[in-house]
């Protein structure tokens, strides 16, 4: 999309996070917007690049858009789609304001020394897990030996969570079949093609639930707390504007906080911006929602710990993801959120 790439081509396989969960389209109609606050006359224009297309996952930032949250601030925002990795390389270099990236993105872009720092964690848990039918047995990750697991690729967040689980539960991958099976999850589970599949957890369960299937999802965040999705920026909108920075992190963060708040209005603003869903399939938009909001609800919302940091940069280097030494203090910073 983007003629700015990160260079993985020293490593296998490749890991280009092209999204941050796999979900549907939204639904038409909904509550009117309630009226925004009062903004500035003059608005500052900023872009925010987020992996995928138009998603009920991006309700905070329509909440914050409609809500008047950026305008308050006196910002306009504007969202663009398309591949993750290439908006953290643009972000890096000053191309693009702000990005919404995961840990590991941070992580390898550091390595290959693109300057892009994390400054406001979203999900408080990584969002991929392992979903097989209940009658399958998988209860826990040794249950799987001998079992087929099927992952979309060997790249991507499904591909580092599904590494993240063998490394953190100690598990002999040589005893596991793993097919690649493309973006089929739901329906390779369901029709029992694999045994099981790496999914996010948003999406593929709350599709079969729906269905009436009784299934097992073994959450990745449940074995290893890696670095999920969060708002990055170049270090040099960080060291020239502070102040922007300052203001783009609060609305966002406010905009997090009032969709686990208000999910019923979040809902209905996300309708109002994604209107190519039916009434049908609304039931399980919603669920999809519900769902992520459990993955950003925090104790201590958009602040990072060091130790996740450390975990994440660790469990890479050990299963040969990350060839590179990183500081992990060069990766992150709480000070936009610690000054709220």
Known sequence: MF??????????????????????LLVACGAPAAEAPSAPDSL?????????????????????????FYAEEGLEVEIEYGF?????????????EF????????ILARSQGLPIT????????????????????????????????GLPGLYGASFIGWKALVYAAGLDESAITVEEIGFTQAAAV?????????????????????????????????????????LVTGETLLTDNPELVQRMTRATLRGITYTIDHPDEAFAIAREIIPEITDETAPTQRQVLDSSIELFESDAPGLSRQEDWQASVEFMQQTGLLEQTVEVEQLFTNRFVEQK
Not at 3 to 24: A, E, H, M, T
Not at 44 to 68: E, M, N, S, T, W
Not at 200 to 227: F, H, K, M, T
């Open 3 to 24: 003629n700015v790439q990160i260079d993985y081509s020293n490593r296998k396989p490749q890991l280009f996070i092209i999204s941050l969960l796999l979900l549907g």
């Open 44 to 68: 500052q224009k900023v872009r925010l690049g987020v992996g995928y297309i138009p998603d009920v996952q991006f309700a905070p930032l329509y909440v914050a858009q409609q809500k008047g």
């Open 84 to 96: 993750e990795n290439d908006f953290v390389a643009l972000a890096a270099q000053g191309k693009r």
């Open 99 to 106: 990005a919404v990236a995961s840990g590991d993105q941070v």
């Open 118 to 149: 994390y400054i406001m964690k979203w999900y408080e848990r990584y969002p991929v897990a392992l979903m097989s039918v209940a009658e399958q047995g998988i209860n826990q990750p040794a249950d799987l030996t001998g079992k087929t697991v």
């Open 190 to 230: 369901q029709q029992k093609q694999v045994d099981a599949a790496v999914v996010y957890i948003a999406n593929e369960p709350n599709q079969l639930r729906s269905q009436g299937l009784d299934i097992n999802v073994i959450q990745v965040s449940d074995y290893i707390n890696l670095v999920s999705n969060g």
